[in-house]
């Protein structure tokens, strides 16, 4: 017998009890972080002179300093991509720490750069890979179709090429969910096998997180009404809600029980029956 949604967010009400405080101030981290980094990156491009760009002159016009401070700007974004794969499963870690009844430190938002942070970043880039190779056929048809001035055959093809990108990521989605909390709570295993573990949880488990997931919908528009002021709440009552998802759902299959009845968590036992 799964655990109902309701029954999952008022878990994640009771978690949160008394820990708002912690989980905004966490955003605010988090936020700040990215922000001075993506600052950096857009200040760093504009001196360059990036937004005049000599490549559109011609490549005789093009020095090897310029060469080598664009390449500098297109690896600054991709460190600001890996800063925030990094921060995610520390986010990750404080909110498990909580729903496990446990210290919630704002020192563990680095877990993951103290942790195998290779394995962390492997990980989070593997997912952005997937989605983007499921947009390929889209950005393709798009390209055609521009040059074609979207004659009807290409908007067609437009609007199916959209709907597998919608749905190839949904799925993929779905089926990898869970993989990061995997490795938050087994750092040692392969980025693999948190992809196939996760894949082998969410068997006939699909629909409910995919319902639970549209089940804040509106909770997400309100947020948006209150000029993203209501999402310093909303966001701390998703991420605990999917967290007790993950451990109720890892609890009824080690231990095929009807959910988390009790508040034990069975972390250890699972770790040592599915290392990949």
């Not at 999952?8 to 700040?32: D, M, N, P, S, V």
């Not at 002159?57 to 500098?72: E, F, I, P, T």
């Not at 919608?166 to 779905?174: A, D, E, K, R, S």
């Not at 998703?238 to 095929?256: F, G, P, V």
Request: some cysteine.
């Amino acid at each position: 017998m799964k655990t109902s949604s309701s029954e999952l967010k008022r878990h994640a009400k009771r978690t949160l009890k008394g820990r708002y405080g912690l989980c905004i101030g966490i955003q605010f981290i988090e936020f700040a972080i990215l922000l001075a980094i993506s600052l950096v990156y857009i200040l760093t491009s504009f001196s360059m002179g990036l937004v005049r760009d000599p490549f559109l002159n011609g490549a005789r016009n093009v020095s090897a300093g310029y060469v080598v401070l664009k390449a500098g700007v297109y690896i600054s974004f991709l460190i600001i991509l890996s800063v925030y794969g990094l921060l995610k499963p520390g986010v990750l870690k404080i909110y498990m720490n909580m729903c496990n009844g446990q210290t919630a430190k704002l020192s563990d938002l680095l877990f993951a750069f103290q942790n195998k942070p290779h394995r962390f970043l492997g990980l989070y880039f593997i997912n952005l890979l997937i989605g983007f190779a499921w947009g390929i056929p889209y950005f393709v048809v798009l390209i055609v179709a521009v040059i074609t001035d979207f004659i009807p055959v290409m908007i067609v093809l437009l609007v199916l090429t959209y709907l597998l990108l919608l749905i190839g990521n949904i799925f993929t989605m779905l089926y990898l969910s869970q993989s990061m909390f995997l490795l938050v709570e087994s750092p040692d295993q392969r980025v693999i096998g948190s992809l196939k573990e996760s894949a082998a949880m969410m068997k006939g488990n699909k629909g409910g997180y995919f319902y639970l997931l549209i089940s804040f919908i509106g909770m997400v528009v309100l947020g948006y009404c209150s000029m993203g002021i209501g999402f310093l709440w909303i966001i701390p009552y998703m991420q605990a809600t999917m967290t007790e998802y993950y451990l109720d759902l890892k609890e009824r299959i080690s231990h095929n029980s009807p959910g988390r009845g009790g508040e034990t968590s069975s972390q250890s036992m699972w770790n040592q029956e599915n290392q990949w």
